[in-house]
């Protein structure tokens, strides 16, 4: 590991004091903008104060280091901490401001990644003791963009294990922290990055979503996460999920944050051949404020018909589609698949990549994965390359059947998650039992914003979705943009006591307890599967693969094979424009 770079939380340290200001040269911030609340600000706010000199990025760097080391033993959203490199970039960039070189938005801001993003000599985990001691030697296509825009890495953030296990204490490193409730779980997957932005740690991250893990987070810690359409944000140098699902996209306050990110993380990235060759648009530019003359699909039958949403959550949801009609767009409801047969497909296609990914480690090393990553990997051992076809192929058609939709709409609206639950609560089978909303999105293609809508009556925060036509994200910024212009959710913050212990907190079951319902036939059949694999699994491994094995089989069982021989399997998403239907 480099020299000057933190270990891992718990092991987590700072890395050097909080400095003496040294930035003299350039007019202070105005009055009105106090050292004590720097860290509540957004990145937009922020970029007009270091692009007019009022404020220097050494000073803001100082800030946000004193910010860390007052409240993240509590929100616990740091694995590794580069504070002496962001220190380092911030008076570099205090520098080249002051001699009139700004580069741009993003020119002397903080920001930290999601531990799965490659760092040249920085440690990356996963979050998980498999890559315990891994230090890449190349930054991550992303990770290259945000620094060649002169922004400042402070460090690399919590996540659950490999961007898909669940709230892990099995683990290295613990979970984050809802910064809203203590007690509470973030959401997953990109939890430390939601985490650090709710906490003030530092105003932008970049998260992964592969069936909501930027929109889970964003929604349950109140800040504002888009996940692009495939191919407009590289992925060389992250630890890959899913290869037909996985995406990148940016995590902060608000949606004019987002559209600042998007702009310098978008485009090609030559090592990711799912990457598209295009122009990357004024994001920014494209935040109007006005909605007239959009036409907006309300996925209404998602909250009524087929979720138990809380009076709090329907509530929200009504509130803020009278906001955006106010704001004069056209609403009207309309409906798409089932939420289960996405999950369907997501996860059969999804878990037997994931499994291929990690498959020589399981081999191995099984003992150095936690419990709940293991219980959403091993029960993919009951797909077939069959199933895995046909899963592809039903996603063919889940993506074509949204094209009559486009023709109708600008955008759609769908409900978010409702508050956080507690740690104790996480069900190890529920990744299998549940199907959502989000997963949607991940099989069309699509791009889709989260942000706040409300609170619920535990004081926690309510979000929804705003879905796009693929490659269409200025739309979806735009809507975003003029809701939260509207609105005041994304403006609260959450209280944190300074060098407050926090509290304990219930940690979920391992097993969900039943594996002894499995008749003789299944085991057999989780036997034959484990050992064509190549996996010696102990007790409670193959307990895992017993219980999630009925839910994987009943999802194979469900998908059509009705597909006649044109059918072909959507692999790699067909980018489409309007134009082209």
Request: hydrophobic share 40%; proline share 6%; with cysteine.
């Amino acid at each position: 590991m480099s020299a000057g770079i933190g270990g891992g939380a718990p092991r987590c340290r700072s890395v050097c004091p909080v400095l003496d200001s040294q930035y003299r040269g350039v007019a202070r911030m105005n009055d009105a903008v106090e050292t004590a609340g720097l860290h509540q600000l957004t990145l937009a706010q922020t970029a007009e104060l270091i692009g007019s000199r009022r404020l220097s990025p050494l000073e803001y760097v100082q800030a946000l280091i004193a910010r860390a080391e007052a409240v993240d033993s509590q929100v616990q959203a740091y694995i590794t901490r580069t504070f002496e490199l962001a220190l380092d970039g911030a008076r570099e960039a205090t520098a080249e401001i002051a001699a009139g070189r700004y580069r741009g938005a993003l020119h002397g801001i903080p920001f930290a990644l999601k531990d799965c993003f490659n760092t040249a000599g920085i440690t990356t985990t996963g979050h998980s003791r498999v890559l315990e001691d891994n230090v890449p030697t190349r930054d991550a296509a992303v990770a290259a963009r945000l620094q060649q825009a002169g922004a400042l890495l402070m460090g690399k953030l919590a996540l659950h294990e490999f961007a898909h296990g669940g709230p892990s204490f099995d683990v290295p490193w613990p979970p984050a922290r809802n910064p809203w409730n203590l007690t509470r779980v973030t959401g997953g997957s990109s939890s430390g990055s939601a985490a650090a932005i709710a906490a003030g740690l530092v105003p932008a991250s970049i998260g992964t979503d592969t069936g909501g893990s930027i929109r889970v987070p964003a929604s349950r810690c109140g800040i504002t996460g888009l996940m692009p359409t495939p191919g407009l944000v590289g992925r060389s140098g992250v630890i890959p999920h899913s290869f037909t699902f996985d995406r990148s996209g940016p995590m902060a306050r608000t949606a004019e944050d987002c559209a600042i990110l998007l702009e310098g993380i978008a485009g090609h990235d030559p090592a990711d051949p799912v990457s598209v060759a295009r122009e990357v648009p004024d994001y920014r530019g494209a935040l109007t404020g006005d909605l007239r003359g959009l036409r907006i699909g309300v996925l209404r039958h998602n909250w009524e018909d087929e979720t138990v949403a809380s009076a709090d959550e329907r509530r929200s949801m009504e509130d803020a589609l009278g906001v955006l009609e106010d704001l004069g767009a056209t609403l009207e409801d309309c409906r798409i698949r089932p939420m289960q047969s996405y999950c369907d497909i997501k996860t059969i296609i999804a878990e037997t990549e994931v499994f291929n990914v990690h498959q020589p480690d399981l081999i191995a090393r099984p003992g150095d994965f936690g419990a709940d990553i293991l219980s959403r990997m091993l029960p993919a051992l009951m797909f077939s390359a069959n199933d895995f076809i046909r899963a592809g192929r039903e996603q063919q058609r889940a993506i074509a059947e949204m094209q009559p939709l486009y023709r109708r709409f600008d955008a759609f609206i769908t409900i978010c998650s409702g508050e956080a639950p507690g740690f104790g609560s996480h069900d190890p089978l529920g990744f299998w039992k549940k199907a959502n909303h989000f997963t949607a999105a991940n099989v069309t293609g699509q791009p889709v914003l989260a942000l706040p809508n409300g609170f619920g009556s535990a004081g926690l925060p309510l979000g929804m979705q705003i879905l796009g036509r693929p490659f269409d994200e200025a739309t979806i910024l735009r809507i975003g943009h003029a809701y939260q212009s509207a609105t005041d959710w994304h403006r609260r913050h959450p209280e944190l006591i300074a060098h407050a212990v926090a509290p304990a907190v219930d940690e979920p079951p391992l097993l969900a307890g039943t594996s002894g319902d499995a008749d003789p036939m299944l085991r057999d059949a989780c036997l034959a599967a484990a050992a064509r694999a190549g996996l010696v699994l102990d007790e409670r491994m193959f307990a895992q693969l017993l219980e999630g094995a009925p839910y994987a089989l009943e999802m194979a069982a469900r998908m059509p094979r009705d597909h006649v021989y044109a059918e072909a399997a959507a692999n790699v998403f067909v980018h489409r424009t309007v134009s082209d239907q």
